[in-house]
T-cell receptor
């Protein structure tokens, strides 16, 4: 059974204080790993897809990396507007119809 | 281009009442999904539709039914609501592994 565990559950940083969020996964063959951002009261918003170990993707202050067992979302010099819940999801090779398994999310707060 | 839209945004039901949550997408995507999101549980797949005319159960289908009315619309029905179905419901559609989510329906069952 595919599983995703995110840590920490919550993270509070000062503006400009860089850090990383972790997503550990177990899957019988990885088709893709996905990162989403979710603001309160809204639906998740797609950020990145990673397909193979060693792959990296960047968007503004965010960089996602992937190994064979986990993914990190690095946040460099964050701003208060980066405050959100960040969700990680995987799709295994045995999952048809592009079904995703989600982690519980990391709630990130950036204080000014 | 509205993306994925959901109605209603909020709903309160009494135990045993029925209702249908509506979802529509204007991106011409084949696959559509219904999730529920509960505190500490993450997003869990209820039902999905890989293409028009097909539907399949996800992780937590009990107590729900779905209809893929056409390529644009995918509805979720609660026949007899229970307090355990209090949740936030999200509809999503997918293009090349990128899922696009609607704004959600917050449902409370008393």
């Amino acid at each position: 059974e595919d599983q995703v565990t995110q840590s920490p559950e919550a993270l509070r940083l000062q503006e400009g204080e860089s850090s990383s969020l972790n997503c550990s996964y177990t899957v019988s063959g990885l088709r893709g790993l996905f990162w989403y951002r979710q603001d309160p009261g809204k639906g998740p918003e797609f950020l990145f897809t990673l397909y193979s170990a060693g792959e990296e993707k960047e968007k503004e202050r965010l960089k996602a990396t992937l190994t064979k067992k986990e993914s990190f979302l690095h946040i460099t010099a964050p701003k208060p507007e980066d405050s959100a819940t960040y969700l990680c999801a995987v799709q295994g090779l045995n999952q048809g119809a592009q079904k995703l398994v989600f982690g519980q999310g990391t709630r990130l707060t950036i204080n000014p | 281009n509205a993306g994925v839209t959901q109605t209603p945004k909020f709903q309160v039901l009494k135990t045993g009442q029925s209702m249908t949550l509506q979802c529509a997408q204007d991106m011409n995507h084949n696959s559509m999904y219904w999730y529920r999101q509960d505190p500490g549980m993450g997003l869990r797949l209820i039902y999905y539709s890989a293409s028009e005319g097909t539907t399949d159960k996800g992780e937590v289908p009990n107590g729900y039914n779905v209809s893929r009315l056409n390529k644009r619309e995918f509805s979720l029905r609660l026949e007899s609501a229970a307090p355990s179905q209090t949740s936030v419901y999200f509809c999503a559609s997918i293009l090349a592994y990128e899922q696009y989510f609607g704004p959600g329906t917050r449902l409370t069952v008393t």
